[in-house]
């Protein structure tokens, strides 16, 4: 069927469908807000939620807009912030994502700061930015995976080629739904929702890698896999690229995870955990930032 227009078609429906979303709209706490990963999914907050226990209100921030609307993440965290404040006009905005979510819910409290708005907390779930997304020498790579294996042995690398393949087929499927979407475009037809789906992804990729955060001075939660840690220290990066917060109250939670399954049982309620943790923590003084894993180091960076 050729539509003329199909953009404004392929989103008109989901527009009128309201971008915040009740995931668990009962309970007494101040709510949290979460927004969406990077195909734009947020069912994968159900069992954080479920794991925040019934007196925790959670709300998440679906994808309604055309992929190619932002031309950064900021334009598209400044519209997120409309949102919201009209849902919520006094807050205070507890904020947070998984992946792709957490740097936008990042920028979202950057710029509530900017105004005055509270944001008692902001919790960015495996978030990573373009900056530090850089590549391991080979030899280094190497020397981590037999290091792992000599300490997990067999199920350790049957598990990290397991992974590969997983990935490598992803990778492919996306190029050809990539090259897919453009043949579709170039007919103004309307793409099938798998189409839509790594377009969607590739959007959200390009304002992820281009995004270059500034300081933000309040309370910032990391959950990060401690697989993926394991390589960060090996390059002397022990902040996700997040070293922009360096001096301010920003801690690292290591869950041991993979980055897929980090949203998932057992990895989401010890995030849970110390998301509760913090919501009712007494204040911190602005300064360390705290590194917690196997053991706890706190690491002052000025």
């Known amino acids: 069927m050729r539509v003329v227009g199909f953009?404004?078609?392929?989103?008109?429906?989901?527009?009128?469908?309201?971008?915040?979303?009740?995931?668990?709209?009962?309970?007494?706490?101040?709510?949290?807000?979460?927004?969406?990963?990077?195909?734009g999914h947020i069912d994968c907050y159900r069992d954080l939620a479920s794991a925040l226990g019934p007196d925790q209100p959670v709300y998440a921030l679906r994808f309604l807009s055309d992929p190619q609307a932002f031309q950064s993440l900021e334009?598209?965290?400044?519209s997120y912030l409309t949102d919201l404040r009209?849902?919520?006009?006094?807050?205070?905005?507890?904020?947070?994502?998984?992946?792709?979510?957490?740097?936008?819910?990042?920028?979202?409290?950057?710029q509530l700061e900017e105004i005055g708005k509270e944001v008692p907390l902001v919790v960015m779930i495996d978030a990573w930015i373009g900056v530090a997304d850089r590549k391991l020498r080979s030899r280094d790579q190497l020397s981590i995976l037999w290091e792992k294996t000599k300490e997990q042995?067999?199920?350790?690398?049957?598990?990290?080629?397991?992974?590969?393949f997983v990935s490598s087929t992803q990778e492919t499927l996306h190029l050809f739904l990539n090259l897919a979407g453009r043949i579709w475009r170039g007919l103004h037809l309307e793409p099938p929702s798998r189409v839509r789906l790594a377009l969607l992804e590739k959007a959200n990729l390009r304002l992820l890698r281009a995004y270059e955060p500034r300081v933000y001075r309040g309370p910032v939660l990391l959950a990060a896999c401690s697989r993926k840690l394991d390589?960060?220290?090996?390059?002397?990066?022990?902040?996700?690229?997040?070293e922009v917060?360096?001096?301010?109250?920003?801690?690292?939670?290591?869950?041991d995870a993979e980055h897929m399954s980090i949203m998932e049982e057992p990895a989401i309620r010890e995030v849970a955990q110390r998301i509760q943790e913090k919501l009712t923590a007494p204040e911190v003084s602005l300064g360390p930032i705290a590194l917690q894993g196997e053991g706890r180091e706190s690491t002052n960076l000025n």
Request: with cysteine.
């Open 153 to 164: 042995g067999i199920p350790f690398l049957a598990s990290k080629v397991r992974n590969k």
């Open 75 to 78: 334009k598209l965290a400044n």
């Open 7 to 39: 953009r404004r078609s392929m989103f008109a429906a989901e527009r009128e469908r309201p971008r915040v979303t009740p995931i668990q709209s009962q309970g007494s706490l101040s709510p949290i807000y979460l927004i969406h990963d990077l195909a």
């Open 231 to 242: 390589f960060l220290r090996k390059r002397d990066d022990h902040f996700f690229g997040w």
């Open 86 to 110: 009209a849902f919520d006009p006094t807050g205070p905005y507890i904020l947070g994502g998984f992946s792709f979510g957490g740097a936008v819910a990042f920028e979202m409290a950057r």
């Open 245 to 255: 917060l360096a001096g301010q109250q920003f801690e690292i939670c290591a869950v």
